[in-house]
Structure formats: C-alpha cells, structure tokens
C-alpha cells in the first residue's frame, strides 16, 4: 500500500529523515515507534505532504505521490490525524464533521454515516469540541478523517497526553477500523508496547533511520531493542 525509497526528508534546512525505505503493507497496522526524536511524525508528515523532500520517493499503491501538497494526497485515498491542532474547538462536532466532508456528494448522509460508527459523538453534536475531554476529542479527529473513507489512515502520537484508560480505548478504535472496516493503518505511537501488541508490522527509527523493520511481535521480544531504544523490560 505504502513505500517510500530512499527518502530524506525534513524542514527547510534541518534534514530530519535520512535514506528511509520502508513500507507499510494493505489492510493491515504498521506501528512506527522509537525515542523521542527519532523521525516518527516527520515520517507520517512526509508521506502527506507536510515535509520538504530532499530527495527520494513516496509511492501510493505504485503511484509516486513524492511532493504532493496535502490536499493532493488526499484525494489519492489517504488521511492524517496530527497529535495536536486536529478539530475545531470552537465549533460543535457537527459543524467539525460537516467541514471534513467538504466537497463530498450527501455530506449530512456522510456525517450521520460516521456518528453511527461512534455513537458516543451523538450526544455532543450540537455542542462545541471544546467542551469534550481530550480522549473525546481525539474521537472527533478520528472520526473526521474517516468520514472520506480513506483507504490509508495515518495517525500521529493519538494518544499523547491521553489518561491509560483514554488510550487504550483510542488504541482499540484504530484497530477496529484495521479489524471491520479493513483500513490500512500506520501509527506512529509513543506507547510502544502497546503499540506493538496490536500490530502486524513495526517499524523501529532511531536518529531519523529505520533501525529494525519487520514483524511487531519480533521487536517486542527483541530484549536488546526493546530495553535500549523503547524502554520495555
């Protein structure tokens, strides 16, 4: 579903990725962890279209997406849900699923299609974002990149600054997305054993290059890795 080559990536004049190639197989979750710093949003960002590419390529379904401005890549199937900044606070979860569905055909049949998936929005469809929890409105944001019914869904850090019990639960709806409605998931995610517990492939960055790729439960068994780069003992 996604590959990149050779890809080196960053802002203006810091270079933040150097040399990846990696890929991300369809319908299944590739989760993308390591240290703080290591290149893991700058990845996602990359492969979106929030990055200036150096050199390299970004490939789509075999379709080079290299360069494309975020709009762009869009419209070739793909979403991006950020840590921060992902709703409108002032605005109610109605009118934030309204904008997300800009420029579709039935955009209120699109809205009611989504609140269906997560009921729990119902109740606050009148009121503003900004009276939800964090956990909440993560689920909006969530819930915005898929009222387009992407095939490729990019999730940033979702659980940073989310209590446990918020997280899992946050974690547990990306993976029903993977599970039920077959999307194809790559996560980066700072909870790493988590992380990893629910997904198929992993991709370990360390200092901006891929130090491990290969199968999830691998690297959460890889004591060596794990102990020095993830912090699991």
Same mark, same amino acid.
């Given at each position: 579903?996604?590959?990149?080559?050779?890809?080196?990536?960053?802002?203006?004049? /810091?270079?933040?990725?150097? @040399?990846? *190639?990696?890929?991300?197989?369809?319908?299944?979750?590739?989760?993308?962890? #390591?240290?703080?710093?290591?290149?893991?949003?700058?990845?996602?960002? *990359?492969?979106?279209?929030? !990055?200036?590419?150096?050199?390299?390529?970004?490939?789509?379904?075999?379709?080079?997406?290299? #360069?494309?401005?975020?709009?762009?890549?869009?419209?070739?199937?793909?979403?991006?849900?950020? $840590?921060?900044?992902?709703?409108?606070?002032?605005?109610?979860?109605?009118?934030?699923?309204?904008?997300? *569905?800009?420029?579709?055909?039935?955009?209120?049949?699109?809205?009611?299609?989504? =609140?269906?998936?997560?009921?729990?929005?119902?109740?606050? %469809?009148?009121? %503003?974002?900004?009276? =939800? *929890?964090?956990?909440?409105? $993560?689920?909006?944001?969530?819930?915005?990149?898929?009222?387009? $019914?992407?095939?490729? =869904?990019?999730?940033?850090?979702?659980?940073?600054? /989310?209590?446990?019990?918020?997280?899992?639960?946050?974690?547990?709806?990306?993976? @029903?997305?993977?599970? !039920?409605?077959?999307?194809?998931?790559?996560?980066?995610? $700072?909870?790493?054993?988590?992380?990893? +517990?629910?997904?198929?492939?992993?991709?370990?960055?360390?200092?901006? %290059?891929? !130090?491990?790729?290969?199968?999830?439960? !691998?690297? /959460?068994?890889?004591? +060596?890795?794990?102990?020095?780069?993830?912090?699991? %003992?």
């Amino acid at each position: 579903m996604l590959r990149t080559v050779g890809l080196n990536a960053g802002y203006h004049r /810091l270079q933040v990725l150097f @040399d990846v *190639s990696v890929s991300a197989p369809e319908k299944l979750m590739t989760v993308v962890v #390591g240290p703080n710093g290591s290149g893991k949003s700058t990845l996602l960002k *990359s492969v979106f279209g929030l !990055t200036r590419i150096y050199s390299g390529k970004v490939f789509l379904d075999g379709v080079d997406i290299t #360069g494309l401005q975020p709009h762009q890549v869009a419209s070739h199937g793909v979403s991006y849900v950020p $840590q921060v900044d992902n709703i409108f606070a002032n605005l109610s979860v109605y009118e934030n699923l309204l904008i997300a *569905s800009y420029g579709m055909e039935k955009r209120e049949s699109a809205v009611l299609d989504v =609140m269906e998936i997560f009921p729990h929005l119902m109740k606050y %469809r009148s009121k %503003r974002a900004a009276l =939800m *929890s964090g956990g909440e409105r $993560q689920m909006l944001a969530i819930a915005m990149a898929l009222i387009r $019914q992407p095939k490729l =869904m990019l999730f940033d850090e979702p659980t940073g600054n /989310l209590s446990p019990k918020m997280a899992t639960q946050i974690l547990n709806i990306i993976r @029903d997305l993977r599970d !039920t409605y077959g999307k194809t998931i790559v996560l980066a995610e $700072q909870n790493a054993r988590r992380a990893l +517990e629910i997904g198929e492939k992993a991709i370990l960055m360390v200092s901006g %290059r891929p !130090t491990y790729e290969g199968e999830a439960q !691998t690297l /959460l068994k890889h004591e +060596e890795l794990g102990k020095l780069y993830l912090g699991i %003992r």
